[in-house]
């Protein structure tokens, strides 16, 4: 299936773009995205403990199961306000 | 009409926030916003720019305004935060609380900016003499209670 990745600040840019299009096995979650994003962009690595995720714009957790067409997010510490 | 939260690349209207949420049973307005500042941990910042995850922020935006309400139900309040390029003395974030007395709507007001600092994808590019960083502050966890009872405290003073 195919997943949508938007990336913000920093992560965007590491990874040089704000949004990448992956193809993932089916029920992949948000951490299976994570991890081979790491793989691509081996600086995302330190993200690993401060990082959020949102899937199609609401907030979610690393366990959450995709589906096809899915926007996962992944955002760096904020620095709103 | 202006909705009571949201996101804007303009001039945020503080003024304009306020009438959004006075009424006559408001004894108390309060208004505070968010200016670039011209330095920041020793260097000497040029200009800021704001990236949000648009969709998102509002939903957290709209977030603090209901966790607000039913922490004081008397208060109306109002949260706008600006995106894109700001000079040094530009507002980057307006919010306008208003109640019958002022306690409520002085709280209220310090709870929503700490919570925009918790929970609302938006992140600042700094630009200072010298080069620029991406600001990383917290987080964004909205279900962590630890954070909400921090901003809830430091609310109340």
């Known amino acids: ?54 899937v199609n714009a609401e907030y979610a957790r690393f366990p959450t199961p995709l589906a096809d067409g899915d926007e996962i997010a992944f955002l760096p510490p904020v620095s709103g306000g | 009409m202006t909705p009571r939260t949201g996101l804007t690349e303009h001039a945020l209207d503080v003024a304009g926030l306020a009438r959004l949420v006075e009424g006559p049973a408001h004894g108390a307005v309060v208004t ?26 509002v939903k957290a935006l709209d977030r603090i305004v209901t966790e607000a309400a039913a922490q ?11 995106t894109g390029r700001m000079a040094i003395g530009e507002a980057s974030v ?11 709507a002085f709280a209220a007001s310090r709870y929503a900016i700490e919570r925009i600092k918790q929970i609302v994808p938006i992140w600042k590019h700094e630009f200072f003499e010298g080069g620029d960083a991406w600001i990383e502050g917290a987080t964004a966890d909205p279900e962590n209670a630890d954070a909400r009872e921090q901003a809830l405290r430091t609310a109340c003073g």
């Open chain 1, 1 to 54: 299936m195919r997943v949508t990745v938007r990336l913000f600040a920093r992560l965007r840019d590491l990874a040089g773009q704000g949004e990448l299009v992956r193809e993932v096995p089916p029920a992949s979650t948000v951490a299976a995205v994570w991890d081979d994003l790491v793989s691509e962009f081996p600086a995302f690595a330190a993200y690993a403990s401060s990082l959020s995720c949102a």
């Open chain 2, 32 to 57: 505070f916003v968010g200016l670039v500042r011209d330095h920041n941990q020793g260097r000497r910042v040029t200009h800021l720019v704001y990236e949000a995850y648009e969709p998102l922020a």
């Open chain 2, 72 to 82: 004081w139900p008397s208060v109306q309040l109002a949260v706008h935060h600006r």
């Open chain 2, 94 to 104: 307006a919010i306008a609380a208003a109640s019958p007395h002022r306690a409520d």
